[in-house]
């Protein structure tokens, strides 16, 4: 069970990392790049869908890593 975690805990820091890195600054980042669909009604949907998708990914990170500490105890 615990290398189960521990092999999650790694995709989800990989995953945390990827996406805060596409996070604009200045509109620079992924909502800037001009790869938003015409369906999605342009860069602003784009970005707040990222950071929903940031936020969920990094409960999910927070609550792994609960877990793995409970699980090493």
Same mark, same amino acid.
Do not use: C, Y
């Given at each position: 069970?615990? !290398?189960?975690?521990? @092999?999650?805990?790694?995709? $989800? *820091? +990989? *995953? %945390? %990392? &990827?996406? +805060?890195?596409?996070? *604009?600054? #200045?509109?620079?980042?992924?909502?800037?790049? &001009? =790869?938003?669909?015409?369906? !999605?009604?342009?860069?602003? +949907?784009?970005?707040r869908?990222?950071? #929903?998708?940031? @936020?969920? @990914?990094?409960? $999910?990170? =927070?609550a792994?890593?609960?877990?793995? =500490?409970?699980?090493?105890?």
């Amino acid at each position: 069970m615990l !290398q189960l975690f521990a @092999v999650i805990h790694v995709i $989800l *820091s +990989i *995953s %945390v %990392v &990827g996406l +805060i890195l596409m996070h *604009s600054g #200045r509109d620079t980042g992924f909502g800037g790049m &001009g =790869f938003t669909p015409a369906s !999605q009604g342009g860069t602003h +949907i784009v970005e707040r869908n990222l950071t #929903r998708l940031t @936020v969920v @990914v990094g409960i $999910l990170f =927070f609550a792994n890593t609960i877990a793995l =500490f409970h699980l090493l105890k």
